[in-house]
């Protein structure tokens, strides 16, 4: 049985390096942004999870993010965001009791929110819905599927009172 997206999986936070304390003293703050994130991701792109489903997000450093783009896309460097989905979904199909994984990179992401003049919350929350909408099939590979994740993640953003990030 699938609900609204009133109500949240279970998240489970693992910090995996210090930079992250430093912004966010402690992991209510990261889990805060996150349910945030998710709540107004389930909603506006109309995803749906069981009852009982589970999200696990890993903040970590650019070191160990090289490390696992490395070993899961022959990438060996950093990126901001990686996610992977507990089953293999299409748009529009609910997930399951595991939701999937999404790690972050501090360096790269307080980089990326400079250059960009973002704050770090804000590109750190876009990343999250991102990363979030990849887990439930969406992907930007494709011109015409960039252009749908783009306008959800604008959507889902702007419901947090965060501008569009492709503007």
Not at 4 to 29: C, F, G, K, V
Not at 121 to 128: E, Q, V, Y
């Amino acid at each position: 049985m699938t609900v609204t997206p009133t109500n949240l999986p279970q998240i489970d936070i693992a910090i995996h390096t210090e930079n992250w304390r430093a912004i966010y003293s402690n992991e209510d703050a990261l889990h805060s942004i996150c349910e945030k994130a998710i709540l107004a991701s389930g909603k506006i792109a109309l995803l749906s999870w069981p009852q009982m489903a589970e999200l696990s997000i890993v903040f970590t450093d650019d070191t160990e993010m090289t490390g696992i783009n490395g070993e899961w896309r022959n990438i060996h460097k950093p990126t901001n965001v990686l996610s992977f989905p507990g089953d293999d979904i299409e748009v529009g199909e609910p997930a399951g009791p595991m939701i999937g994984d999404i790690i972050f990179a501090f360096e790269t992401i307080e980089r990326e929110a400079k250059e960009q003049s973002k704050t770090f919350k804000n590109h750190l929350t876009h990343l999250l819905v991102h990363g979030f909408l990849h887990l439930f099939g969406h992907d930007h590979i494709e011109d015409l599927e960039a252009e749908n994740m783009e306008s959800l993640e604008t959507k889902i953003l702007a419901s947090l009172a965060i501008s569009d990030p492709y503007d």
